[in-house]
């Protein structure tokens, strides 16, 4: 079955420190992948997005994420935090075609950036 | 109102009630989405609505009812639920092209069965 894996299940940083959140997907096929973010008190919202092309994706806030096709991973880095980045951060993959439509989300990170 | 919004935001409910969760978008979406979020647990999709029919239900036993009568409103149905069902359910919604699948999130309902 498909599967989103997120090893981190929480990370504590200090404001200035370096980012990289892992996710690893589980399907052959051809997949959109996504980092959603929610931020404490607010909705879940799109953090960034891969569908084709450049594999090093840029989203918001000065977030990226690099997807390896050849390690099934997608994981997202933002090189200097701030302490407004503390949230829970969710990987998704989406598949559809042939009758079937799966999104799947991985069980999130939570960050906490210390000021 | 803009975005997608939920209502209630709260229920506490007995296993033998009936109630129901109440879902709006205001983006002009075509596709809707309920999904269930546990601690500890990804969180699941439960059902999918593509303009008004539903195309996806992932094994979602039947005490759990949606009902989407046109591509702005989405209901979940609840009916002798137990305990196990508390969750936070969030409805999403995305304009249903194939590739272009990035979701908008409700604040969600947060369920408590009693």
């Known amino acids: 079955a498909q599967s989103v894996s997120q090893h981190n299940h929480h990370v504590i940083l200090s404001e200035a420190a370096s980012l990289e959140l892992g996710c690893n997907y589980s399907?052959?096929?051809?997949?959109?992948l996504f980092w959603y973010v929610q931020y404490p008190g607010q909705h879940l919202q799109l953090l960034l997005k891969?569908?084709?092309?450049d594999p090093l994706v840029k989203g918001i806030k000065g977030f990226e994420a690099e997807f390896i096709k050849s390690k099934f991973s997608f994981n997202l880095r933002k090189p200097s935090v701030q302490w407004s980045d503390t949230a829970e951060y969710f990987c998704?993959?989406?598949?559809w075609g042939s009758g079937t439509y799966k999104y799947i989300f991985g069980t999130g990170t939570r960050l906490k950036v210390l000021a | 109102e803009t975005g997608v919004t939920q209502t209630p935001r709260h229920l506490v409910m007995g296993m033998t009630n009936k109630k129901s969760l109440k879902c709006e978008q205001h983006?002009?979406?075509?596709?809707m989405y309920w999904y269930k979020q546990s601690a500890k647990k990804p969180l699941e999709l439960m059902f999918v609505?593509?303009?008004?029919?539903?195309?996806e239900n992932n094994s979602v036993p039947s005490r759990f009812s949606p009902e989407c009568p046109n591509s702005s409103h989405l209901f979940l149905h609840l009916h002798t639920l137990q305990p196990e069902d508390s969750a936070l359910y969030l409805c999403?919604?995305?304009?249903?092209?194939?590739?272009?699948?990035?979701?908008?999130f409700g604040p969600g309902t947060r369920l408590t069965v009693l």
């Open positions: 999403a919604s995305s304009q249903w092209g194939g590739r272009y699948n990035e979701q908008f």
């Open positions: 983006l002009g979406h075509n596709a």
């Open positions: 609505y593509n303009f008004k029919e539903q195309t």
């Open positions: 399907y052959g096929g051809t997949v959109n």
């Open positions: 891969y569908f084709s092309g």
């Open positions: 998704a993959v989406n598949v």
